[in-house]
């Protein structure tokens, strides 16, 4: 198993700039798909980016691309998401996930390890 903890989140004003950052612990960090999801008020959870074990392939959902970026670092057992000129409707709680196997996959039932969240708040 792997334990995951994000941190990095808070408040910040439209167009603005946050990074999160999604430790984890247990078992070999570079045998993991690391995705990043997110939450709203009264929404289901949604895909945001993933990237893959080595780090060499990046998926991104429509609203984000070109404005956060998905990293990892195996050395540190850490993933990244970057998040550039941010909007309101960015408002959310901000989970990591990972997956076993080597697909990037965008469903948050393919991810079986999840944070606990941290909260992002854009203000207009």
């Known amino acids: 198993q792997v334990q995951l903890v994000e941190s990095g989140g808070g408040l910040v004003q439209a167009g603005g700039s946050l990074r999160l950052s999604c430790a984890a612990s247990g078992r070999s960090f570079s045998g993991y798909v690391m995705g990043w999801f997110r939450q709203a008020p009264g929404k289901e959870r949604e895909f945001v980016a993933a990237i893959s074990r080595n780090g060499d392939n990046t998926y991104y959902v429509d609203s984000v691309k070109g404005r956060f970026t998905i990293s990892r670092d195996n050395t540190k057992n850490t993933s990244y998401l970057q998040m550039n000129s941010l909007k309101p409707e960015d408002t959310a709680v901000y989970y990591c996930?990972?997956?076993?196997?080597?697909?990037?996959?965008?469903?948050?039932?393919?991810?079986?390890?999840w944070g606990q969240g941290t909260q992002v708040t854009v203000s207009s």
């Open positions: 996930a990972a997956r076993t196997g080597i697909f990037i996959l965008s469903k948050t039932a393919s991810y079986p390890y």
